[in-house]
């Protein structure tokens, strides 16, 4: 790979550069076409133009225009990079054959390519013609990375009988940043503070730059103002960012359904019946909103490892989840600008509804990607689950369950069972459940004799449950010591 170096101004995001200069640098004439994809406001713009500049290469980015206006824009691009005049296209084939021509064998980088296939729906047929072995792309010896936001119709370019299906080098997902790089990228030192504002805006890079012009809180006494002065305020891009992410999203129509869906699971409702129930809708009409909102990585469905065929569905964006559960619900006082009475009414539900369940995504993000010294093995798998105690005619709820590889005719291996708390201090008791839970498992077939009992807190422990877990780990017994993960460990750089 040549030694292109990712400039300063690009945060993190170093895979996803290694991958774009391999192939931007490979040698192979077989890689000619990469696709990069990713929700809105990721920094893919940001990433592909940085690395055009870097090896010299054309960069275009569509707009949502009629076919004649987006080929005179691309036109006046060409000539641009050409070095000077005008071209004026009459078809797609005859404008990508002149790029092919002027870049020769460098890259090109077409960004928001849906907007082109919307206007130009045979769009896709002409660059499969043109990367074909006797096309006009080969001869040239060029590479094209297209882009787009769309995540439903770029998945599409590629899916089925798709005239580019089979032809992609590179498949590229530019995903928002993980939980520590984002509170790197906001200069958030404190760890309670990280969890906070990450709630609200997650892991998305623009939401600081763009969208608050840098104003980060700076410190737990500055969150609450930093929440009125922000989120919450009308003259801020950011106030209305969620219900712009549903809107841009082609294949949604009935937008007040959507919203009822997202509304649902970020109340707490998380299975397709609790969102049907909910709303008010037969489970089978949630068929197609569901698939939808998944192809946009909007919604996210995971399978519960101990009930096969239960699945519980967990929104993706965190700014989303906090609309539905604080803002739509207080939407004519914050258009009103009474934002300190929305947010006074509404911050006891933002810890319950908003924080608590996003502080137990963060600890199985960690579990996940935590090494094998930790829980015995690497992690295969990491969700929630919930375990039916007939004894008790309870469920029992395991907020991250840690499971090994599956391995043939072999008892699948539960590496840790854990139960997380935000704002709650952790006790014996709750370590009590997490070892009836084991019991019930081992019951049914598990391997659970290495399993590590694992307490998440993000306000502590009791005396009681600190000396249980300073005492030698025996996992798979009743006198096992607890693992104590607090903030400062989900922070700790691994």
Request: charged share 25%; proline share 5%; net charge negative.
């Amino acid at each position: 790979m040549a030694d292109i170096l990712k400039p300063d101004r690009v945060f993190d995001r170093d895979r996803e550069w290694d991958g774009l200069v391999r192939f931007a640098t490979s040698p192979s004439q077989d890689v000619r076409l990469g696709i990069v994809s990713g929700r809105r406001r990721q920094g893919k713009t940001f990433l592909l133009d940085a690395l055009a500049d870097a090896v010299g290469g054309f960069f275009f980015t569509a707009t949502d225009a009629t076919e004649i206006e987006a080929l005179e824009g691309f036109g006046a691009a060409v000539a641009a990079f050409s070095g000077g005049g005008r071209y004026a296209f009459h078809d797609w084939d005859e404008a990508l054959e002149r790029l092919f021509a002027v870049v020769g064998d460098g890259l090109i980088v077409i960004d928001e390519f849906p907007y082109l296939t919307k206007a130009s729906p045979s769009l896709p047929s002409v660059l499969q013609r043109a990367l074909d072995p006797r096309g006009y792309a080969r001869r040239a010896g060029s590479k094209v990375l297209l882009c787009g936001s769309a995540m439903s119709v770029v998945g599409r370019l590629l899916a089925g009988s798709a005239p580019l299906r089979g032809r992609a080098s590179l498949e590229l997902i530019v995903k928002p940043l993980e939980y520590r790089e984002a509170a790197r990228f906001w200069g958030i030192d404190d760890p309670r503070l990280a969890v906070l504002v990450h709630a609200i805006v997650g892991g998305t890079p623009a939401y600081r730059r763009e969208f608050v012009a840098g104003d980060a809180p700076e410190s737990l006494e500055d969150f609450d103002a930093w929440v009125l002065r922000t989120v919450l305020n009308p003259q801020v891009p950011l106030f209305r960012e969620a219900r712009y992410l549903l809107a841009e999203e082609s294949e949604i129509r009935d937008v007040a359904l959507y919203h009822a869906v997202l509304g649902a699971i970020a109340g707490g409702h998380t299975t397709r019946g609790g969102i049907a129930n909910t709303i008010g809708r037969s489970s089978t009409d949630l068929a197609h909103p569901l698939s939808v909102l998944e192809d946009a990585q909007l919604v996210i469905r995971e399978a519960d490892p101990f009930n096969r065929g239960k699945s519980v569905y967990r929104v993706a964006e965190p700014l989303i989840v906090f609309y539905e559960a604080i803002m739509r619900r207080e939407w004519t006082r914050l258009e009103r600008g009474n934002t300190e009475a929305a947010w006074r009414n509404s911050r006891a539900t933002f810890l319950s509804r908003v924080v608590g369940p996003h502080f137990e995504g963060i600890c199985r993000d960690w579990a996940m990607s935590v090494g094998p010294e930790v829980f015995g093995d690497l992690p295969s798998q990491v969700a929630s689950a919930t375990i039916n105690d007939p004894r008790d005619k309870k469920q029992i709820q395991i907020d991250v369950a840690v499971l090994a590889p599956e391995e043939t005719d072999q008892p699948r291996r539960i590496l840790s069972l854990g139960e997380a708390k935000w704002d709650r201090t952790m006790t014996i008791g709750h370590v009590d459940r997490l070892r009836r839970a084991r019991e019930l498992l081992s019951a049914k077939g598990y391997d659970t004799s290495q399993t590590v009992l694992t307490c998440y807190s993000g306000s502590g422990f009791d005396e009681n449950l600190m000396a249980a877990g300073a005492r030698p780990r025996q996992p798979g017994t009743d006198a096992d010591s607890p693992m104590l993960v607090d903030l400062n460990t989900l922070y700790s750089e691994m």
